[in-house]
Each structure stands twice: as C-alpha cells, then as structure tokens.
C-alpha cells in the first residue's frame, strides 16, 4: 500500500481514478476538466489524481502540439492543484525534467517508451516521489519486474505499474489481462490505462484509437482487481489537441465510474 497525500492505492482498497487531458491545451480547459472530474469523483467517493503532461516529447509528427510553454504549462498545474486540493500526475522526459515535475507532481510518471532508461528511473527514484511506470509497448509484464529493481535501489519503494497494452504486429496494440495479475506478483500497486491501450499507432501523421473500447478494456481489467485506473479525458475529445482519438469523452465518465466500482466492491470483497 502506498499513500499519496491523503489518497491510499494497494492491497484491496478500492480504486483509485487516475484522470485528466492528455496535454495541457490552455488554463480553461485544464480547470473546468478537473472541476468536473473532482464533483464526479465526490459524488461517488472515489480517491482522485489529476494528470495531464506539460509536454508531450513523444508525438508522432512533428507538426503535432507537443504542448504549450513549460513556465505556462507549470503554473495551471499548480493552479490545479491549489484549486482543487488534488494530486497531481505528469510524467517525465529527461533527467532535467525531474526538477521541474517535482516542484509539482506528487506522482512523476515514465512514459512506456522511456520505461528501461535506467538514469531516468534512478533520477526519478531520487526524488522520493511516487513514480509510476508505464509498461513499455515492447516489453512483457514480467520484464516490469526488473524496471522497479532500478527504481528499487534509490531506496524509493513507492512504485506504481500501469499496464497500456503491447504491440502486437504493426499499428496495433492489445491487451492481455494476465499481465495485470503478474505485475501484481512483484508487491506494487497495478494501474490499468484503458486509454493509451486502444490507441492504433502510426496512422499517417497521428495516432488513431478505437475509443468505443475504452469501457470494455476497464471492466475487464477491474475484474482482475486492479488498484488505479488510469483514463484521459478531455470535454470534447475530437478536438483535444493530443490522442483526440483515444480519450474518453467528460460525459461518459460517471456511469463508467459507477460500473467500475460494482466491479471493483465485488472482486475486493470475494473471500
């Protein structure tokens, strides 16, 4: 089990949401989203983590929006923050980032490519923040083991492993739940990205994403036990500037929530 702030995620307590933007488009969007994620979140008595990255360093063309000022983005997550007593999530490119996100972030993320850069996950390590591991596209879940090792010598042990799907072939990801349940087996806290994991990569200058999937990959995967659930979420997800594809629309979220906590109370609570 590990705390965040006042948010507790691990062994069998329940879910606890992980959500946000992709990108942090401008201060308007990024508020009113997390406003409306928060009342959601209340209402339902779900622990909450904003997130939303400041920069997107991996994006498929480089005409895409990789994301405003970094000075800009900073300050509406500290607004975030602020406003709403959340915690915050983004992740992390280079070891200078670090120092950026932990003025902030009380979870810094590795993105699932970066997920074997060993002076990134020590430099992250370091800094005594949780650090969540996106599984790499490329590796299998058992190969997770040997990434939280490398976090695990900093002497840092809040480790969370979020699952986002494998590659399977050429622009195409899929998702093998048994995954979640080896993860599991290495003592961190498993997160499931129903989002990421029904991108379709590479399609001409963007990544595409069959969103209409995004409920069925977090049903089936709070039917293992999961212990976060990990979903971008955008107000009108056709015209985010990132994964517009792939992002669950603001509207669609409260009945997700509400079938993923049935799921949820009725595999924790099994004897």
Request: proline share 4%; aromatic share 6%.
């Amino acid at each position: 089990m590990i705390e965040i702030g006042k948010i507790k995620i691990g062994d069998r307590l329940p879910f606890v949401l992980i959500a946000g933007p992709c990108v942090v488009e401008n201060e308007t969007l990024t508020l009113k989203t997390a406003e409306e994620i928060k009342k959601i979140t209340d209402e339902l008595k779900i622990p909450y983590i904003f997130k939303s990255s400041y920069k997107k360093a991996n994006r498929t063309s480089i005409k895409s929006f990789s994301g405003l000022d970094l000075n800009d983005a900073v300050k509406i997550l500290n607004k975030v923050k602020e406003s709403f007593d959340l915690p915050i999530l983004t992740d992390v490119h280079t070891e200078q980032e670090i120092e950026v996100a932990n003025e902030i972030a009380d979870v810094i993320q590795i993105p699932a490519f970066l997920c074997r850069q060993t002076e990134l996950l020590i430099a992250a390590g370091k800094t005594g923040k949780v650090v969540n591991v996106k599984k790499g596209q490329f590796l299998a879940p058992e190969d997770m083991k040997h990434v939280a090792e490398k976090i695990e010598t900093t002497g840092n042990k809040k480790i969370l492993l979020t699952e986002r799907g494998t590659t399977f072939g050429y622009h195409n990801l899929v998702v093998d739940m048994r995954g979640l349940e080896i993860m599991k087996s290495f003592g961190y806290p498993v997160v499931m990205d129903a989002t990421h994991a029904v991108q379709i990569p590479g399609q001409g200058d963007i990544s595409g994403g069959e969103r209409k999937f995004i409920s069925t990959l977090a049903k089936a995967a709070a039917a293992v036990g999961i212990n976060g659930l990990f979903l971008e979420v955008h107000p009108e997800p056709d015209k985010a500037l990132s994964d517009a594809a792939s992002q669950l629309p603001l509207s669609s979220l409260r009945q997700l929530l509400i079938t993923i906590q049935e799921i949820d109370s009725i595999v924790k609570n099994e004897k």
